[in-house]
């Protein structure tokens, strides 16, 4: 199995999401959604709740985690991670357009996902803010997104 997530990449290009317009599925799942661990939707979404709901939205097929999820202890990273590279079949690298996704994380963790959802921002689900809509910083280098390390950009295969 090859990985999708890439430790050692130095930088990804995000400029097709930074020329498409703001998509209009992002501001409506901002403004009717929620955090909630463990959350699938159509309202309460952890990270990768968003991102499935997002792929459903454009109709793209894509893993529903959350039963893989549940009972699994969120602060074991290195269980998170392990799962996250299991299921990384069900996935195939992405040129960083608006509906693909951002895998994230610190150090050597991947722990959260984002979704691009164009005019150079990203739709995330986070435990202290909520659904939020994020700048990301540069277009062509993308290294780093809200403080997190960007280890790869992915797509439901």
Not at 25 to 39: I, K, M, P, S, T
Not at 48 to 71: H, M, N, T, W
Not at 111 to 116: F, I, K, N, S, Y
Request: glycine share 10%; net charge neutral; charged share 20%.
């Amino acid at each position: 199995m090859t990985l999708l997530i890439d430790f050692d990449a130095d930088s990804f290009d995000l400029s097709a999401n930074a020329a498409a317009p703001l998509a209009p599925w992002a501001r409506e799942l901002q403004q009717r959604g929620h955090y909630a661990e463990f959350g699938a939707g159509p309202e309460a979404f952890d990270c990768l709740g968003l991102v499935c709901a997002v792929q459903r939205l454009i109709g793209r097929a894509a893993p529903d985690y959350a039963a893989l999820y549940r009972g699994l202890d969120v602060t074991d990273l290195d269980a998170i991670d392990q799962l996250m590279r299991t299921e990384n079949s069900a996935w195939r690298a992405a040129a960083g357009a608006p509906g693909d996704v951002l895998v994230l994380g610190l150090g050597h963790r991947a722990h959260h996902v984002a979704v691009l959802c164009g005019a150079g921002r990203a739709l995330q689900a986070r435990r202290a803010k909520g659904i939020t809509i994020d700048e990301i910083e540069g277009r062509r280098r993308v290294t780093r997104f809200c403080g997190m390390r960007l280890y790869g950009v992915v797509a439901p295969a």
